[in-house]
């Protein structure tokens, strides 16, 4: 009486486990990146309501990210609004990165991939019209750019 599996029987085991894995990775990496791309167009939507926010306390729009995250010690001011995280304030989230331009009366936001192709395939920019624009590519958005239809 034979007792254990053959060599054979555990390489063919082992070769069915590799096709299905080669079979399910890629539909779950496009999944995360998709799901990246996602977060950072909502996160560009955030950093707009706050902008729009911080326009109506302090008479313009900030000029930068670090305008609308937290203080590092006391009470907000316009240095530091206290808006957004200081995560998001520090311009990477999630495999994103963010910038902030502002004068008084225009402000535009973008967010770019940081490792294009694994974090994401589509950049983002929002300007006080309130249109997300969105561009695949290594090229980032503009507001040129087609609208990105969530």
């Keep these: 009486m034979r ?30 990146t ?21 326009q109506s306390q302090y008479g313009h729009f900030a000029s930068s990210l670090r305008e609308l995250g937290p ?3 006391g009470p907000s001011s316009a240095a530091a609004a206290g808006l ?3 995560a998001l304030a520090s311009g990477a989230l999630g495999g994103y990165k963010f910038t902030l331009t502002g004068t ?17 395939v589509k950049s983002f920019f929002l300007d006080q019209s309130g249109i997300l624009r969105a561009t695949e590519g290594q090229e980032p958005a503009t507001s040129a750019s087609p609208e990105f239809a969530k």
């Design 3 to 32: 007792r254990g599996f053959s060599l054979i029987e555990l390489l063919i085991v082992i070769a069915i486990i590799l096709v299905i894995i080669t079979v399910a990775v890629p539909p779950y990496q496009r999944a995360q």
């Design 34 to 54: 998709l799901a990246r791309e996602m977060a950072a167009s909502k996160a560009v939507q955030t950093i707009q309501t706050d902008e729009v926010i911080y």
């Design 71 to 73: 203080p590092d010690a």
């Design 84 to 86: 957004i995280s200081g």
């Design 104 to 120: 008084a009366d225009t402000y535009a936001i973008t967010a770019s991939p940081v490792a294009f192709g694994s974090s994401g």
